[in-house]
C-alpha cells in the first residue's frame, strides 16, 4: 500500500530529495513514514564493525527537525570511543560533526537566534541538547544540562535512533541549536562547525574572557583541529600565536593558520626547537599572557601553566578522555596570578560565533585542506582506520 492510500499526504517542501516522505499526525508528533528507510550506523563493541541500521519510521515531537546529511567529519572523541579509551553506551550511532538539509519539522522548530526553521535549509548543529530550563542552563553552560543529551554519545533508543552524524538523517530535537551555513561553504569546513570549530571559539572566548587578545602573545599547545582553528581566530584578534607539537606536519600546518613560530615538546631543553628556545627568540622569556592546551597530554598541559607570564590565564581544553595527573606548584600559580580553565564543548553563541567567523574568513586560511580523505558510509570502518592512522586532522564521510 503507497503511503497516499494510506491516508497519509506527500510532505511539499522546496528540496529535492530521492527519498519519498509521507506525513501524518499522532498525538501531537508528526509520523514520517520515509522510503527508501534513513539508515544510521550503529556501533557495538570494540574490534566489531558498524552495522547499517534502517529507521523507516520517524516521529518529530514539536520544535525537532529531521535533517539529511551531506557530510560529516570523525573527531578525536569518536576514534576514543571506537578503541576503547572511553566508554560509551551501545549501541551508540557515532559522529557529531556534519552539516546537511532540513527535509522535515517538528511544529515550531526554530533556529539558536529562535527564528523558524525552514525545510531545505544548510544547517549545523549543536552537539548537545539543553533543556533551556535549569539552573545549569539558566547558568550560561547549557553544554551541562541536568538533563542533557549529545548527538554521537547516546544509547539508540526507540523514538530516537537517528541520533549520531553517522547516518543519512539526524533527527535533531528540541533543545538542539541550529544555524544555518551559506551554500558556498565547502562541506569539509561546515562539518567540524558542530564540534571542533565552535569549541575552539569558545576557547578563544574563555582566553578574551582573561587577557586583551589584541596584541597578546599565546601558546596553543596541540595542532589538531581545535588547535589549528584556535590559532587563526586568535591571530585574527591580532594575538601573536606559538604553536607546540610533535608532529612536524602539524607544526607546519601551524604556520599556514597563523603561527608566527612553532616547537617541538619532544625537542631536548635548550636545542633550537624548544619551547624555551623559540620563546627566547620571540623576546618572550618572561612567558606567555594565554595558553590554550588543545592536545589533552599531561605534559603539554603542564607546559602550557608553566609558560605563563604574571597575569597569564590557561585555558584547558584538550583534556577530554583520561590522562596521568599534572602536578601543580600552587605558590607558582599564585604569584603569577595565573587563571586556569576549563572549557568543554560550547554553547549556542559559541556555534553562533564560529559560524559567522568562518563564512568571513575560511578562504583566510587552507581549513578545507584539513580533511585529507572522504569515505562513503558503507566504508565507515575503513574510515575510522584511516583516521586512526593520524595522517589527517580530519577524515570525511559522504552518506
Ligand atoms: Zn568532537
Ligand atoms: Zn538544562
Request: aromatic share 4%; proline share 6%.
Amino acid at each position: 500500500m503507497t503511503a497516499a492510500a494510506a491516508g497519509t499526504a506527500p510532505l511539499a517542501g522546496p528540496v529535492e530529495t530521492r527519498m519519498v516522505l509521507a506525513k501524518k499526525r499522532v498525538a501531537g508528533r508528526a509520523h514520517l513514514t520515509l522510503t527508501p528507510p534513513p539508515t544510521a550506523m550503529a556501533w557495538m563493541k570494540v574490534g566489531v564493525p558498524h552495522e547499517r541500521m534502517a529507521v523507516p519510521e520517524v516521529y518529530l515531537a514539536p520544535g525537532d527537525a529531521l535533517v539529511e546529511v551531506e557530510f560529516a567529519t570523525v573527531c578525536g572523541s569518536d576514534l576514543h570511543t571506537v578503541s576503547g579509551r572511553r566508554s560509551a553506551p551501545v549501541p551508540v550511532v557515532l559522529g557529531h560533526e556534519q552539516v546537511g538539509r532540513v527535509v522535515a519539522l517538528g511544529d515550531g522548530a526554530v533556529h539558536a537566534d529562535g527564528s523558524p526553521l525552514r525545510v531545505g535549509e544548510r544547517v549545523v548543529w549543536s552537539v548537545m541538547v539543553s533543556c533551556g530550563a535549569c539552573d545549569r542552563c539558566l547558568n550560561g553552560v547549557p553544554q551541562k544540562c541536568r538533563t542533557l543529551a549529545k548527538y554521537g554519545h547516546e544509547q539508540v533508543r526507540h523514538g530516537w535512533e537517528l541520533c549520531g552524524g553517522f547516518a543519512t538523517h539526524v533527527q535533531l530535537r528540541a533543545g538542539t541549536a541550529t544555524v544555518v551555513v551559506g551554500e558556498s561553504m565547502p562541506r569539509e569546513i561546515a562539518a567540524p562547525l558542530s564540534c571542533a570549530s565552535a569549541t575552539a571559539m569558545a576557547a578563544v572566548a574563555a582566553a578574551a574572557a582573561s587577557v586583551r587578545l589584541d596584541g597578546a602573545s599565546m601558546l596553543v599547545t596541540g595542532a589538531g583541529l581545535v588547535g589549528l582553528t584556535a590559532a587563526a581566530i586568535a591571530t585574527d584578534r591580532g594575538a601573536r600565536i606559538v604553536v607546540s607539537d610533535p608532529d612536524p606536519a602539524r607544526r607546519a600546518a601551524a604556520l599556514r593558520f597563523g603561527a608566527v613560530a612553532t616547537a617541538d615538546p619532544l625537542a631536548a631543553d635548550g636545542s633550537p626547537d624548544s619551547l624555551q628556545a623559540v620563546l627566547s627568540r620571540l623576546g618572550l622569556q618572561d612567558g606567555l599572557a594565554v595558553a590554550i592546551e588543545a592536545s589533552g597530554s599531561s605534559p603539554a598541559v603542564a607546559q602550557a601553566i608553566g609558560a605563563l607570564d604574571v597575569g597569564g590565564a590557561a585555558i584547558l581544553v584538550g583534556s577530554v578522555h583520561p590522562a596521568g595527573r599534572v602536578p601543580l606548584d600552587p605558590e607558582s600559580i599564585v604569584r603569577r596570578l595565573v587563571t586556569i580553565r576549563g572549557v568543554h564543548n560550547y554553547t549556542p553563541r559559541h556555534l553562533i560565533d564560529a559560524v559567522a567567523y568562518l563564512e568571513r574568513r575560511h578562504c583566510a586560511y587552507p581549513f578545507a585542506e584539513l580533511v585529507g580523505a572522504t569515505f562513503g558510509l558503507a566504508d565507515l570502518d575503513a574510515a575510522i582506520d584511516e583516521a586512526a592512522t593520524g595522517r589527517h586532522v580530519r577524515v570525511g564521510i559522504t552518506p
